[in-house]
């Protein structure tokens, strides 16, 4: 019987593998499709990529929604398949989604950021405040991680650790709220323009800046 290698190792290779076999392949001019054609480091950059992941076929080009939406389901079915796995160090019910609904609010669906749904909605109400707000606070991540909350019954599974009377602002807690907790938030782009380089770093910083930071919060 042959000796299985780490889980790891093996998800990368099928991760690879599934690239070559969709998104990543090259054009009749050996250019690959994640590469700015007219743009001669990236069509280095990119042809180094591919020979380090291994063969490459030459196909048409998908269109960039569709290759972007394929690759946002390559990584999403990568990082379920390894981020489960440990399952026994983050015990809970656990989540991994392409997309997370909710329409133009996104992230609003979370336990952290509930309260830009009522900030949206001021928004709404005062054009200024709007201005001023401008939109960069409503996050659409491509994939997410995230957590279910516990009901008491699981809190209390070992003993009774928690009552109605304490406890009842954390949103790990299901009596509490309803909303499932954000664990990750995952921008999958499969090229990169110059000009959309800087939103990738902003995204982070406004998931940091809008995260309600009380006592709701995981510890």
């Not at 076999?21 to 042809?47: E, H």
């Not at 379920?80 to 997309?99: A, D």
Request: proline residues 5%.
């Amino acid at each position: 019987m042959a000796k299985q290698g780490a889980l790891l190792i093996e998800a990368r290779a099928a991760f690879h593998a599934s690239l070559m076999g969709s998104v990543l392949t090259m054009d009749s001019n050996g250019v690959p499709t994640n590469a700015d054609k007219a743009n001669r480091a990236s069509v280095a950059i990119a042809k180094g990529i591919v020979e380090r992941i291994g063969k490459h076929t030459a196909s048409d080009n998908l269109a960039g929604q569709s290759s972007g939406n394929q690759f946002e389901e390559i990584c999403r079915e990568y990082v379920e398949h390894t981020f489960l796995k440990l399952g026994h160090l983050r015990p809970g019910i656990w989540t991994v989604s392409k997309g997370v609904g909710g329409g133009r609010l996104g992230i609003a669906r979370f336990d952290q950021y509930t309260h830009l749904e009522a900030l949206d909605q001021l928004a709404k109400q005062n054009p200024e405040l709007a201005a001023a707000l401008g939109g960069d606070y409503l996050i659409k991540p491509d994939v997410v991680i995230y957590r279910e909350p516990e009901p008491d019954s699981s809190l209390n599974a070992t003993g009774a650790i928690v009552s109605p009377n304490e406890a009842r602002y954390t949103g790990l807690r299901a009596s509490n709220s309803s909303a499932p907790i954000a664990y990750a938030s995952i921008s999958c782009k499969w090229t990169l323009r110059s000009d959309r380089a800087p939103e990738r770093p902003l995204e982070g910083l406004n998931l940091v800046r809008n995260r309600e930071g009380d006592c709701r919060t995981l510890p």
